[in-house]
């Protein structure tokens, strides 16, 4: 076996979907940090990181925003059989992919962290654990507007236009 590069199949230019893998992987290493994040904080700053709802608020704003560049790439390609111009199309499935990784990371953290206040007799464990809660949904939408609007990036292929 030849280690030659010129012996290698070319690539043929498709990218493969997120794979589900890996945007569970990103959230379990999150829910991990977020469950992990009480505690620590609490024994090296004697409280542990208040959420706000500004929190959440701007995690269903981005979430919105995905979605709506989402509906708008799947109206443009796949409704109006529009061409994305190839710079743009890369843009956005860039945005889409780190969206749906940052945001699952994300979702598993706010989800560890509310978890982390189930049973804490602290006076602010149930607007931390509610706060945080929804939080994570936010996150969670994000990761499926990314996801959609990694779908809407793809073209239809040759046999699909015939």
Not at 63 to 86: D, F
Not at 113 to 132: E, F, M
Not at 147 to 160: F, M, Q, V, W
Request: hydrophobic share 50%; aromatic share 8%.
């Amino acid at each position: 076996m030849s280690s030659d590069p010129s012996d290698e199949k070319p690539s043929a230019g498709h990218l493969q979907p997120t794979s589900a893998g890996l945007v569970t992987a990103w959230a379990v290493v999150g829910l991990v940090g977020g469950w992990l994040l009480h505690p620590v904080a609490e024994r090296f700053n004697g409280t542990a990181p208040v959420v706000t709802w500004l929190q959440p608020i701007a995690l269903f704003l981005v979430a919105a925003i995905v979605g709506a560049a989402g509906w708008a790439t799947w109206r443009a390609v796949h409704v109006r059989r529009e061409w994305l111009e190839p710079q743009r199309a890369l843009n956005r499935l860039l945005v889409a992919r780190s969206c749906a990784l940052v945001g699952a990371l994300v979702a598993g953290g706010y989800l560890g962290y509310a978890v982390s206040w189930i049973g804490s007799d602290s006076g602010l464990a149930s607007q931390r654990g509610w706060r945080s809660l929804a939080a994570g949904v936010g996150a969670a939408l994000i990761v499926i507007a990314a996801l959609l609007l990694e779908r809407a990036c793809r073209t239809p292929s040759e046999d699909e236009h015939a």
